[in-house]
């Protein structure tokens, strides 16, 4: 039976969700995607930018925005990891006359770094970009939630995550303890897993980048 993959970065690696066609389902983490993208899947959706241009925006993102919100972290590229320091690659963008990249996106450059190593052109076929708060926000009817640190959005986010199979979502999270997973980590692989099993829309998608990359983001 064929598996849905959906994975999401947290400190000290990644989280992987699944889900079959007779909802059986589980997670996994490791701290490097190879081991997770080998499990047997149909399709794999993965919360980190897929297509990396060298300066500007990505469409796929400003689009998803619009919809969503800050959500969505603007200034992904492709060399932001060869930098030593944000200051300094924000320095040499601003002498490009470029944007600068955003501190949630220089925390993430290893894994920017990692998704890209591993991802071609032949393996989009079955592994894409998707963003959890734009897949909540299409399984709650195109409808934006309450915060996802809030009380009231964790609940709004887990219940359609219930609603999709992943029923066993509430005790996954008292079984993360001491992996080092945070919760909207877990939460987040669930969304995208969802995405791999049931999406068929997508923003963007009509740019290549350098790589011959699509830049698209799925839900």
Request: net charge neutral.
């Amino acid at each position: 039976m064929p598996n849905y993959l959906g994975l999401d970065g947290f400190r000290f690696g990644w989280v992987a969700a699944w889900i079959d066609e007779r909802g059986d389902h589980g997670f996994d983490y490791s701290p490097g995607l190879t081991r997770l993208l080998a499990m047997p899947h149909a399709r794999a959706m993965i919360d980190m930018p897929i297509g990396l241009p060298t300066e500007g925006y990505r469409a796929c993102d400003k689009l998803a925005r619009k919809l969503i919100g800050p959500a969505v972290f603007l200034g992904a590229r492709r060399d932001l990891w060869t930098f030593c320091c944000m200051a300094t690659a924000n320095e040499e963008y601003w002498k490009r006359g470029d944007k600068g990249a955003s501190s949630q996106l220089w925390n993430i450059r290893e894994k920017l770094k990692e998704i890209d190593d591993f991802i071609t052109p032949e393996r989009q076929a079955t592994i894409g970009e998707a963003h959890p708060e734009l897949v909540f926000w299409n399984l709650a009817g195109q409808v934006r939630l309450e915060p996802k640190t809030s009380p009231r959005g964790r609940e709004q986010r887990i219940a359609l995550l219930r609603d999709r199979g992943f029923t066993k979502i509430e005790r996954w999270l008292t079984l993360r303890h001491g992996t080092g997973i945070g919760r909207d980590d877990l939460i987040d692989a669930c969304a995208c897993a969802v995405a791999a099993r049931d999406s068929t829309q997508r923003v963007g998608g009509g740019d290549l980048d350098p790589r011959g990359l699509r830049m698209e983001i799925n839900y």
